[in-house]
């Protein structure tokens, strides 16, 4: 039964019919898919990787730098029915169209208000400080037109938003490591602050940030402050707690009135997930959504679709390579308490 379903199978959440573990496109790389329902039809907004040498380094002091995952545009996909034709839409934003940014556009998200899209994503800006942008367009494939300064406030990587049944709208973003969390400071870049991902081992680990957005999408509405993930006894997760703590990669959804704040927690390559009673927490630690893919990084996001929940996310199925990734999409199921079952990608 593994076997038919083809490299990745699935210990838990058997997928429908059709072939879902398969990579969505394979005439591109894409990797870090946010997925959402735009006008009844399925979109899902990735990095576009693409190969090529590493770029250079910046400065010695910016060490893991990330200089393999070098893109330079956003291409856009969308389908009718998650397991159908995907269609991938042309370049919906290119670097050379946003005057603050240098290098290495990272995981994007996009949202809906009031006819217009906004596209957000991370770059670095010609420092090579990772700023978050925005960008619009009247259509969900774009092309989007990016404003022309990063949103003020805003830094490190991979934004996602969250829009609330009450209309309110929320960004999670942040990134350790080459995602630069650590290097700010109360809003400030200080790039050559700490190296590396972790604070000490006993203190509280990072957690993502978030804001609450403005009513046109553009910016943020208070400054951005850290979450709260607590484990079981109310305490924070702590930085040595490589299997739990937060590295990158966050994505919100609501499921039965409840909060789900996941994420990546890098170097031990899990997606692990936190509930919370308000979307911008205290969070407890619940455990994991999806066990280690193929390839170094792990990225997803959670989205409803025709009456069954869907996990995207990304491995390096197609190439080998940690850098040059496709997505895929399986089932996502819960209990009856809502937790998630873990999707295990199991190498056959
Ligand atoms: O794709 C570049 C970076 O790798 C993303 O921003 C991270 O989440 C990781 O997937």
């Known amino acids: 039964a593994l076997a038919a379903l083809g490299t990745y199978a699935y210990a838990e959440a058997p997928p429908p019919a059709g072939n879902v573990h398969a ?8 990797a870090d898919p946010s997925a959402h329902v735009f006008a009844g039809k399925l979109y899902v907004y990735p990095s576009h990787d693409i190969e090529g040498p590493p770029l250079p380094d910046i400065a010695p002091f910016l060490n893991s730098q990330g200089n393999a995952f070098k893109m330079r545009d956003y291409r856009v996909l969308s389908m009718d029915h998650v397991g159908g034709p995907v269609t991938i839409h042309p370049v919906a934003l290119d670097i050379k169209d946003v005057p603050w940014a240098a290098r290495q556009m990272w995981a994007p998200d996009a949202a809906f208000r009031n006819g217009t899209y906004y596209l957000y994503f991370p770059a670095k800006d010609w420092q090579g400080a990772f ?38 709208s929320y960004m999670y973003f942040g990134g350790l490591s080459g995602g630069q969390l650590q290097k700010t400071v109360d809003g400030v870049f200080h790039p050559g602050g700490p190296r590396e991902a972790d604070r000490a081992p006993l203190e509280a680990a990072y957690t993502p940030m978030v804001a609450p957005m403005t009513d046109d999408m553009l910016g943020f509405a208070k400054p951005a402050r850290a979450v709260d993930i607590l484990d079981a006894d109310g305490k924070p997760i702590r930085a040595d707690d490589a299997q739990r703590r937060f590295f990158e990669g966050t994505w919100m959804h609501k499921y039965r009135g409840r909060y789900y704040l996941s994420y990546s927690t890098g170097g031990t390559h899990f997606i692990a997930y936190a509930i919370g009673d308000s979307p911008t927490g205290p969070f407890t630690y619940q455990g994991r959504v999806l066990e280690p893919v193929d390839g170094w990084t792990t990225h997803h996001s959670i989205v409803e679709y025709e009456g069954q929940w869907w996990l995207f996310y990304a491995d390096s199925h197609l190439s080998g390579k940690t850098w040059l990734r496709n997505v895929k999409v399986a089932p996502l199921e819960y209990d009856a308490e809502g937790r998630i079952k873990t999707v295990k990608p199991i190498v056959t």
């Not at 990579?23 to 894409?30: A, C, H």
């Not at 092309?143 to 969250?162: E, R, Y």
């Open 23 to 30: 990579p969505l496109v394979e005439e591109i790389y894409t």
């Open 131 to 168: 700023r978050i942008g925005v960008a619009t367009s009247s259509s969900p494939a774009g092309p989007f037109k990016a404003q022309p300064q990063p949103i003020q406030g805003s830094f490190s990587i991979d934004p996602s938003v969250f829009t609330d049944d009450d209309g309110r």
